[in-house]
């Protein structure tokens, strides 16, 4: 399984930014997807979990400005960044859960997100 993120770049703080992530490869069940981030000489950090059914969950950093879903028709998930801070830059990662006996967590390669002052 190979998940694909892209929708990275630089936006002035207060500005907007989509990203996407897709999955592709072997068929796989996918349950739970999130977002996470790491900004320069930061740890990574939870941002949003969308599981498959049920409440999504935003980390209280990003709540109220961030929205996530998912496709399950396509295997995608997409972050709608809104009203960016500069201290959000990071690169952006996505991870997906799959389900089943060899269920396991699988990461995308991260999409960069600079946001100026």
């Known amino acids: 399984v190979q998940l694909q993120a892209s929708g990275g770049g630089r936006v002035p703080a207060g500005g907007s930014l989509r990203l996407s992530c897709a999955a592709s490869g072997s068929t796989v069940s996918i349950g739970v997807m999130a977002w996470f981030r790491q900004g320069p000489g930061k740890q990574r950090e939870f941002v949003v979990v969308i599981p498959n059914s049920g409440v999504t969950t935003y980390a209280a950093s990003v709540k109220g400005r961030f929205i996530a879903s998912r496709d399950n028709a396509k295997n995608a998930m997409y972050l709608q960044m809104n009203s960016l801070k500069p201290e959000e830059t990071a690169v952006y990662y996505c991870?997906?859960?799959?389900?089943?006996?060899?269920?396991?967590?699988?990461w995308g390669q991260g999409t960069l997100v600079t946001v100026s002052s």
């Open positions: 991870q997906i859960q799959t389900t089943g006996k060899d269920g396991r967590a699988y």
